[in-house]
């Protein structure tokens, strides 16, 4: 059984840092791209960034570029997500999520992910 578990979420005044963790179990993540993705009340999921099987290939959503960072760490079976210079815009439930596509690169809808964590809540207060 494959579970994903974020943490690292939580309130963070605007102009601050969080750094989302996303531990896998029940698969090795190594070969597969992660994704993570974020969700406001009231709004759709939506895109917030995606690295490649290998992460030497990444890609952001438009607005999160040059604040966000996405990695991962294969022998860990984690990937991580880097926020800096935080905005109320920012405020949302953080999934991460395991693409459906061996070694595969950038992956930016979330049709293209087969297992998702549970969210986690990140709060930026203006």
């Known amino acids: 059984q494959v579970q994903l578990v974020e943490s690292g979420g939580g309130l963070v005044q605007a102009g601050g840092s969080l750094r989302l963790s996303c531990l896998v179990s029940g698969r090795t993540l190594r070969n597969y791209p992660m994704g993570w993705f974020r969700q406001a009340p009231g709004k759709e999921r939506e895109f917030v960034a995606t690295i490649n099987w290998n992460g030497d290939s990444t890609d952001y959503k438009d607005s999160v570029k040059g604040r966000f960072t996405i990695s991962r760490d294969n022998a860990k079976n984690t990937a991580y997500l880097q926020m800096n210079s935080l905005k109320a815009e920012d405020t949302a439930v953080y999934y991460c999520?395991?693409?459906?596509?061996?070694?595969?690169?950038?992956?930016?809808?979330?049709?293209?992910?087969?297992?998702w964590g549970q969210g986690t809540q990140v709060t930026v207060s203006s």
């Open positions: 999520a395991v693409s459906k596509f061996y070694s595969g690169g950038n992956f930016y809808t979330p049709d293209d992910y087969l297992y």
